[in-house]
């Protein structure tokens, strides 16, 4: 890249040299004519918008990763160097939040940069046919027919990888992937053929990292730039770190669980170190804002392999709060920012930051205009159920809104799906883990925000 001819460079270096005078005089009718051709066809090529030298995309998703699971987040034992050195190197926000807890609705949220019951991809999977088995289910006709329901509710929205497309990008999508054939999503290149949520995509960091080495190959060679996702299946489950990660933690807790646990953060944080390196020694760290979140988070139970309450699936902070990391060497002042950012932001920052025209539709803001992320205190979001119970209509899957104004925190359940929750309140910063609800000490609070709340969306 750093050493190609950029399409719009070649372009000004034929303009400059058509327009100089004296070499005009001296070319002969059939080589200006060429030349004049050559200029024209180059024009037609480059898209107006794009700069000089368009900025690569580098998009790490983390997957089922708690806030507080991070060295620099101030976890006592995980060591995550790598995304330790991209957070002090960035503009990173300690305080963000995914829209949804849960997979597939978060990561077409990141894509498009709209909310759940936007784009209408609520759930992890369509409607679970009444007494059908899940693994059942997801080999029937009616699994299919769901998914392509909501693959459609995807495409209808714009995604980041479609809209780069638009302006000469390769993409390459590894990792989690919900939408069927990797395409649907517009990405150019790609791993998953259209198995549940990835297959053949979720050996990528795992087991390799070559299919993102050959693509940077294959975009030098064709002089394009380009977005890289990767989403891995890491730490998500099964938690199978290597021995050497495990034993190091295994002495540092009881819990086997949580030993495994913490050692796939580990493991996952190598990885992002080694694509660093791959950019680092290709010469395009300059070049290339690389983007760090996670899509929902998770926290280990002590006694078995699952999640513990108040983390994944749930409107709590462990399941919704994730570091944002906004890294571009050269070009983004490192710091270290307590204002609330939202993974909708994602999409109209980078918008922004590659001079792509602004999308006065999405809700999201840009993470690099300071004065716009003081200004607004206000965030939310929505939880869905696993299995939607109607495709087209987000309401029906509804189980819980919330929304955060400063520090604290409004969670309202959807009585249909939640008929035994209830409103809860709480200050985030006095009980960041929300135990203490607030609701029945402050009304006027609760019914200022549950109007706030109501004018974002209500279902009712
Ligand atoms: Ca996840």
């Not at 580098?58 to 006592?76: E, K, N, Q, R």
Request: hydrophobic share 35%.
């Amino acid at each position: 890249m750093e050493t190609s001819l950029a399409p719009r460079r070649l372009l000004h270096l034929v303009a400059s040299f058509c327009t100089r005078k004296s070499l005009l005089n001296s070319l002969t009718t059939r080589t200006r004519l060429v030349m004049t051709l050559l200029l024209f066809s180059i024009a037609l090529v480059v898209p107006a918008h794009v700069a000089a030298e368009p900025p690569n995309v580098l998009l790490i998703v983390s997957d089922d990763h708690a806030w507080t699971d991070y060295g620099f987040m101030g976890h006592p034992s995980i060591q995550t160097p790598n995304i330790d050195r991209l957070a002090a190197t960035g503009l990173t926000f300690t305080r963000g939040y995914v829209p949804s807890s849960l997979c597939c609705p978060s990561l077409a949220s990141l894509i498009t940069g709209r909310y759940p019951h936007q784009h209408r991809v609520t759930s992890n999977d369509p409607p679970l046919p009444p007494g059908m088995k899940p693994q059942e289910f997801y080999r029937s006709a009616a699994f299919e027919q769901g998914r392509a329901r909501m693959s459609q509710h995807l495409a209808a929205a714009t995604t980041l990888p479609k809209l780069l497309g638009e302006s000469g990008y390769r993409s390459l999508q590894t990792g989690k992937w919900w939408q069927g054939h990797f395409s649907q999503g517009g990405f150019t290149d790609g791993m998953t053929q259209g198995g549940r949520h990835g297959d053949d995509g979720l050996t990528i960091g795992r087991k390799t990292l070559e299919p993102i080495k050959t693509f940077l190959d294959s975009c030098n060679d064709s002089k394009q730039p380009f977005l890289i996702w990767y989403a891995p299946m890491m730490p998500h489950d099964p938690h199978t770190p290597p021995d050497r990660l495990l034993n190091k933690y295994n002495v540092l807790t009881d819990s086997i669980h949580i030993a495994r646990y913490w050692a796939m953060i580990e493991w996952f944080d190598e990885t992002v170190g080694n694509i660093m390196d791959e950019l680092s020694q290709r010469q395009l760290l300059e070049n290339t804002i690389v983007v760090y979140v996670a899509d929902n988070g998770w926290i280990q139970s002590q006694d078995n392999a699952r999640y513990a309450p108040k983390s994944k699936q749930s409107p709590y902070d462990g399941g919704l709060r994730t570091p944002i990391i906004v890294n571009w060497k050269g070009h983004i002042e490192p710091q270290i920012s307590s204002h609330l950012a939202q993974s909708i932001d994602i999409v109209p920052t980078l918008r922004k930051a590659l001079q792509l025209p602004a999308d006065d539709s999405l809700p999201g803001i840009d993470l690099l205009d300071e004065k716009s992320v003081a200004r607004r205190s206000t965030i939310f979001g929505s939880c869905f159920s696993h299995n939607s119970n109607d495709l087209d209509d987000p309401s029906r899957s509804l189980r819980w809104r919330w929304m955060i104004d400063g520090n604290t925190k409004l969670i309202v359940p959807n009585p249909e799906l939640e008929p035994n929750g209830s409103v809860e309140l709480f200050d985030l910063e006095q009980d960041p883990f929300e135990n203490n609800n607030l609701a029945d000490r402050d009304s006027d609070r609760l019914k200022e925000m549950t109007k706030a709340l109501d004018s974002w969306w209500n279902p009712n």
